[in-house]
């Protein structure tokens, strides 16, 4: 059974730091992709960041990039969130999700592409 938890989050301040963590078992898949999803209060879900096995290319989404980071720990079997210069509106439940397949470029933030979901994680920021 594919299990993800999610670690890592918590309250910081405009401006700080925090890493985010979704430790994987149960997965022996060859090719996967790894992605970070978050729902602020009263909003769909959006895609923040993935990340592909295949060849370890990483997407984000426009309002993250250059403040997040994604990477992988294969011998951990974790994959990590590295969210730097947090704005208040990164304010939501982060979620990691897994898809047992490598998923394109152009489907990376459709959420049916990914089998396996984390419980999820709060991250507040406050200003």
């Known amino acids: 059974e594919v299990q993800l938890v999610e670690s890592g989050g918590g309250l910081v301040q405009a401006g700080g730091s925090l890493r985010l963590s979704c430790a994987a078992s149960?997965?022996?898949?060859?090719?996967?992709?790894i992605g970070w999803f978050r729902q602020a209060p009263g909003k769909e879900r959006e895609g923040v960041s993935c990340?592909?096995?295949?060849?370890?290319?990483?997407y984000y989404a426009d309002s993250v990039k250059g403040r997040f980071t994604i990477s992988s720990d294969n011998a951990k079997n974790t994959v990590y969130l590295q969210m730097n210069s947090l704005k208040p509106e990164d304010t939501a439940v982060y979620y990691c999700a897994a898809s047992p397949r490598v998923v394109a470029a152009y489907a990376i933030w459709l959420e049916y592409e990914y089998d396996y979901w984390g419980q999820g994680t709060q991250v507040t920021v406050s200003s």
């Open positions: 149960g997965f022996t898949f060859d090719d996967y992709a």
């Open positions: 990340i592909s096995s295949s060849d370890g290319s990483t």
